[in-house]
């Protein structure tokens, strides 16, 4: 969820417990003026946020290119 709060978005976020945690909320006026106060904090953020962002793009383009190669694959079987 901490990509929403940095980009004052709507949360895609969705989290299941597998056992007992307690949960802690933070209302994003309380983040925001947190990683206004600590600017190491929202350097931090930024390049989490922009780490998951790459490995999303990466693991979404690799998805398409296997797609593609089972294609590819499927079309050669069809063909024998």
């Keep these: 969820g901490e990509s929403s709060l940095i980009k004052d978005s709507q ?4 989290l299941a417990a597998t056992s007992h945690c307690t949960i802690l909320f933070l209302p994003n006026e309380y983040f925001q003026k947190l990683t206004e106060s600590i600017g190491d904090l929202r350097e931090y953020f930024d390049e989490l946020s922009a780490r998951r962002l790459t490995m999303t793009e990466k693991a979404i383009q690799k998805a398409r290119e296997l797609e593609e190669e089972a294609v590819v694959l499927e079309d050669e079987l069809i063909m024998i």
Aim: aromatic share 0%; proline share 0%.
């Design 11 to 14: 949360t895609t976020a969705t």
